[in-house]
């Protein structure tokens, strides 16, 4: 899909918004101010439309929760277009617990209830296996594509952050656990139509070069759940599928089902 999916701009947790009347005036002049200064100066960023939190910290490889502290963001990780933020994170991350998404009106906010897609009933006959992550909660991940592994994972490499899944234009690629989406688009550079989804550990899996976006930002899915079909990178069909913890690529193969 190569359109940035507009629907989640009203949503505060995962995306940035236009400012309302009275305060457009004031951010737009602020953030000519900050452009210079963020285009000059690579440890800040001038949030885009269609940006949120979660796709700038996975974009510049950092914690998304102490980039939230690091600014001053609250945990609603409400971002505003325009808004400079600084790429740095914070020396501890927060202790509060995440807010559950809200949609913002011209009225203000107000709870937003779970989005449940056609697709989430659907676990495409996948078994999940239980595996420890990281830290000591376990956590059933399945393989987001049964084909086979055309590149892997190497360490500290800029280019390799995750594995290459070689299959068909069209085939099916399934959410690797469970959790929440919290970016679908394409506006990252070098990923294509890119699917990020939320798990528990400040863990986050990634699914770049779709073909077509079959899920939402803040849609919850489950773990085997169909969230995408396989696009091609260059003129290869494949999947690029990555999982990082507190902002940091780790090796896919560590976390999924030995086969």
Known sequence: MTVILTGCLNSSRFSSFEPNADNRSVRSTAGLALASQSVANPNFYLVKPGDTLYSIAFRFGLDYQRLAQKNAIGVDYRIYEGQSLTLKESAEPSKTPAARPVTITKKGTVPDKPVITKNNSQTNGVTPV???????????????????????????????????????????????????????????????????????????SAYAFAEQILVKEKDRVQVGQQIA?????????????????????????GMLPRR
Request: proline share 6%; charged share 20%.
């Open 130 to 204: 239980l595996k420890k992550s990281l830290e000591t909660k376990q956590i059933a991940w399945v393989w987001p594509h049964k084909g086979k592994i055309v590149r892997t994972f190497i360490a500290k490499s800029s280019s390799n952050k995750g594995i290459d899944i070689g299959g068909q234009i069209g085939d099916s690629v399934l959410a690797a656990t469970s959790g929440t989406v919290v970016y679908a688009g394409n506006g990252l550079p070098g990923y294509g139509n890119l699917i990020i989804i939320e798990h528990p550990n400040a863990l986050l």
């Open 229 to 253: 079909t396989m696009g091609k990178q260059g003129d290869q069909p494949s999947l690029h599928f990555e999982i990082r913890q507190n902002g940091k690529p780790v090796d896919p193969l």
